[in-house]
């Protein structure tokens, strides 16, 4: 059981309630359960206002679990996952506090952004990814990975990118 799940409805902080509030105002939940709902999840409340949907069918996104706006989304039991992590509820909670941040649908892109930063960086996802550091990569069961040269990177990465543009079979108009 997470330490989320103590906290008895009366006793939510005002901040709780405002992200609660902010991200139906913003439509981030109502975006979450709509995916949630797509996917052929099945949705409880869960602890601090937050919608546990799972059984989720697609296999997108990776991971254990994901959130939009205030709904966790899982393929799996989320009572499975947090008996195997109990911290992994803190750190999807602190997610839905994000898009509450980013009002709304901007976290999309940002998050996307800053995924792409931390495999330059990195080669891993997560690692770098200010979001995913932000809500603690441990209590999401992230590992840290140091950071790796910069340089020979973006070399090889335009390296590649110039032989398939060289391979690219030439398109318009044939006379």
């Known amino acids: 059981m997470s330490h989320l799940d103590s906290t008895p409805p009366d006793r939510l902080s005002r901040f709780t309630r405002t992200r609660h509030v902010a991200n139906w105002a913003n439509l981030s939940t109502a975006l979450g359960l709509g995916v949630a709902t797509a996917g052929g999840a099945t949705i409880r409340r869960g602890p601090q206002l937050l919608y546990l949907a799972e059984h989720y069918r697609w296999h997108f996104p990776?991971?254990?679990?994901?959130t939009v706006g205030d709904v966790v989304i899982s393929?799996?039991?989320?009572s499975k996952l947090t008996a195997r992590n109990p911290t992994l509820l803190r750190h999807e909670e602190r997610h839905s506090r994000q898009w509450m941040a980013c009002l709304g649908l901007p976290f999309i892109p940002l998050?996307?952004?800053?995924m792409g930063w931390s495999w330059l960086r990195t080669g891993d996802r997560a690692a770098r990814c200010f979001f995913e550091r932000n809500a603690g990569l441990a209590d999401g069961g992230y590992l840290e990975v140091p950071p790796r040269p910069i340089g020979p990177v973006l070399a090889r990465s335009v390296?590649?990118?110039a032989r398939r543009v060289r391979r690219a079979p030439a398109t318009g108009p044939t006379a």
């Open 62 to 66: 990776t991971g254990g679990a994901f």
């Open 111 to 114: 998050y996307l952004l800053s």
């Open 75 to 78: 393929r799996h039991d989320i």
């Open 159 to 161: 390296t590649v990118l």
